[in-house]
């Protein structure tokens, strides 16, 4: 039987390179047998054609590395939503860019694990260089800690609420994002009072009156671009309330807090300093691998209710004699070193690459909704804020809509999401591919058009 050589070390680089050239073949059949952004026939057709590839998951002699790569790789390439294709559209499903998924190879083939220093020498010091320029972006000063994204970052800034003060009340607009109510949830802490957002963002007399009736402590939690809308809260008026209450402040931005790379675009989120912790993804608007979301901070000592001590991993000794603590940078364990794509997408691009790219695709957003509003059969919600825009045929009820949206998805010829706005139901375009062109939106249209019954 051929042993399976290893990936990593002197000899690992040289077995690697004939498999990646078998998967970039296979990703590249894959899509050309899909022929779209997502593969026609509906659930049922993809899977068939899953079974069938797979026939048996686990037999009994392997079928080699070449063949299972190949095979593997271009039945899920075949059946995949290619975030990549311009009528990809639906959901905050970021193509990512060849350097970071480039970048991602090596942590994977590396595999470090940042749950101690002896795991991850370089990759844990990386982390701190990385997280501390990016809190300074946000803060002037700071730190951050790696995520899985915006979930995992608006759960443990409601963690760190709770430690510091206890069972904090958390104060959130009825347009904040599921996670987090469900973080409450999830830390014992009181029910939110959820605050109306009536036009999508946070009702600021609505929310003046609940401060004013709250006994403290409380958090209250904003959000700088809605999952529906891509809506961005009014951050320095939520700021002065806070302030005048005596509540803290967490911003979830993991959506629009990229926009502070752009000078054109950073004004939308003026305010967000103000904010004792933000969450900020780089999977969404960053344009990295799944996943690179991060929870920032404007004092590291904020962190410090994190520290945990497991003697295999930071023995008190071994602290104190230099070996840098891991464990309080994380409520995970087992940690990949997910900020090397991060790292090398900042150092390839700089401020002005990842500027243009953030340009582009709210230059997409507006374009596109220029388009819906010419076209007498579409009915636009309203000018975007940061890259989402919703749309519908106009006069259509909302059985009308959803029927669209689930046919085209059906016959793969294209992803949009779903939004409930103004008491109807919308087609949500989310554009984060930075270079759709005027042509592949004019092409989105027309399909979303050729699909209106007459």
Same mark, same amino acid.
């Given at each position: 039987?051929?042993?399976?050589?290893l990936?990593g070390?002197?000899t690992?680089?040289?077995?690697l390179?004939?498999l990646?050239?078998?998967?970039?073949?296979?990703?590249?059949?894959?899509? %050309?047998?899909?022929g779209?952004?997502?593969?026609?026939?509906?659930?049922?057709?993809?899977?068939?054609?899953?079974?069938?590839?797979?026939?048996?998951?686990?037999?009994?002699?392997?079928?080699?590395?070449?063949?299972?790569l190949?095979s593997?790789?271009?039945?899920?390439?075949?059946?995949?939503?290619?975030?990549a294709?311009?009528?990809?559209?639906?959901?905050?499903h970021?193509?990512?860019?060849?350097?970071?998924?480039?970048a @991602?190879?090596?942590?994977?083939?590396?595999?470090?694990?940042l @749950?101690?220093?002896?795991?991850?020498?370089?990759?844990?010091?990386?982390?701190?260089?990385?997280?501390?320029?990016?809190?300074?972006?946000?803060?002037?000063?700071?730190?951050?800690l790696?995520t899985?994204?915006g979930?995992e970052?608006n759960?443990l800034?409601?963690?760190?609420?709770?430690?510091?003060?206890?069972?904090?009340?958390?104060?959130?607009?009825?347009?904040?994002?599921?996670?987090v109510?469900?973080?409450?949830?999830?830390?014992?802490?009181?029910?939110?009072?959820?605050v109306?957002?009536?036009?999508?963002?946070? @009702?600021?007399?609505?929310?003046?009156?609940?401060?004013?009736?709250?006994?403290?402590?409380? +958090?209250?939690?904003a959000?700088?671009?809605?999952?529906?809308?891509?809506?961005?809260?009014p951050?320095?008026?939520?700021?002065?309330?806070?302030?005048?209450h005596?509540?803290?402040?967490?911003?979830?931005?993991?959506?629009?807090?990229?926009?502070l790379?752009?000078?054109?675009?950073?004004?939308?989120?003026?305010?967000?300093?103000?904010?004792?912790s %933000?969450?900020?993804?780089?999977?969404?608007l960053?344009?990295?691998?799944?996943?690179a979301?991060l929870?920032?901070?404007?004092?590291?000592?904020?962190?410090?209710a994190?520290?945990?001590?497991a003697?295999?991993?930071?023995?008190?000794d071994?602290?104190?004699?230099? +070996?840098?603590? +891991?464990?309080?940078?994380?409520?995970r364990?087992?940690?990949?070193?997910?900020?090397?794509?991060?790292?090398?997408t900042?150092?390839?691009?700089?401020?002005?690459?990842?500027?243009?790219?953030?340009?582009?695709?709210?230059?997409?957003?507006?374009?596109?909704?220029d388009?819906?509003e010419?076209?007498?059969?579409?009915?636009l919600?309203?000018?975007?804020?940061?890259?989402?825009?919703?749309?519908r045929p106009?006069?259509a009820?909302d059985?009308?809509?959803?029927?669209?949206r689930?046919?085209l998805l059906?016959?793969?010829?294209? %992803?949009?999401?779903r939004?409930?706005a103004?008491?109807?139901l919308? +087609?949500?375009?989310?554009?984060?591919?930075?270079?759709?062109?005027?042509? @592949?939106?004019?092409q989105?249209?027309?399909i979303?058009?050729?699909?209106?019954?007459?």
């Amino acid at each position: 039987m051929h042993t399976p050589p290893l990936a990593g070390g002197p000899t690992g680089p040289a077995a690697l390179r004939p498999l990646i050239g078998v998967v970039l073949d296979a990703l590249r059949d894959g899509a %050309v047998a899909r022929g779209g952004p997502l593969p026609g026939g509906g659930p049922q057709a993809v899977a068939v054609r899953v079974a069938a590839a797979v026939r048996e998951v686990f037999p009994a002699e392997g079928t080699g590395a070449e063949e299972a790569l190949a095979s593997l790789v271009r039945t899920v390439a075949e059946g995949a939503a290619d975030p990549a294709d311009p009528r990809c559209a639906a959901h905050l499903h970021t193509p990512p860019l060849a350097l970071a998924a480039a970048a @991602d190879l090596a942590a994977a083939v590396l595999n470090p694990s940042l @749950d101690s220093w002896d795991q991850a020498p370089a990759a844990a010091e990386l982390e701190g260089h990385v997280t501390r320029a990016l809190a300074a972006e946000l803060f002037g000063g700071g730190d951050a800690l790696v995520t899985t994204g915006g979930t995992e970052s608006n759960q443990l800034a409601l963690l760190l609420a709770r430690e510091r003060h206890g069972a904090v009340q958390l104060v959130c607009g009825a347009n904040a994002h599921h996670s987090v109510p469900r973080a409450a949830w999830l830390l014992g802490l009181p029910d939110p009072v959820v605050v109306p957002a009536p036009a999508g963002t946070l @009702d600021l007399a609505a929310l003046d009156d609940a401060l004013t009736d709250l006994h403290h402590p409380v +958090l209250v939690t904003a959000t700088a671009g809605t999952t529906d809308t891509g809506a961005v809260d009014p951050l320095p008026e939520i700021a002065d309330l806070c302030a005048r209450h005596g509540a803290e402040l967490h911003i979830d931005a993991a959506y629009g807090g990229p926009l502070l790379f752009s000078p054109t675009h950073r004004a939308l989120l003026r305010g967000i300093e103000r904010a004792h912790s %933000v969450t900020l993804d780089l999977h969404k608007l960053g344009w990295q691998p799944v996943a690179a979301g991060l929870l920032a901070v404007p004092d590291p000592a904020r962190l410090a209710a994190l520290a945990h001590t497991a003697d295999y991993l930071n023995a008190d000794d071994d602290t104190e004699a230099g +070996l840098p603590d +891991l464990l309080g940078r994380s409520l995970r364990t087992t940690r990949r070193p997910d900020v090397l794509k991060i790292a090398v997408t900042l150092r390839a691009l700089g401020r002005a690459g990842l500027a243009d790219l953030v340009d582009r695709t709210i230059g997409a957003a507006h374009t596109f909704a220029d388009l819906v509003e010419k076209h007498p059969a579409l009915e636009l919600y309203g000018r975007p804020a940061l890259s989402t825009v919703l749309f519908r045929p106009a006069g259509a009820p909302d059985d009308e809509v959803a029927h669209i949206r689930r046919a085209l998805l059906t016959e793969g010829r294209a %992803v949009l999401g779903r939004a409930r706005a103004d008491g109807r139901l919308w +087609l949500k375009a989310t554009l984060l591919n930075p270079y759709a062109t005027t042509d @592949d939106l004019a092409q989105l249209l027309k399909i979303v058009e050729g699909s209106i019954p007459r």
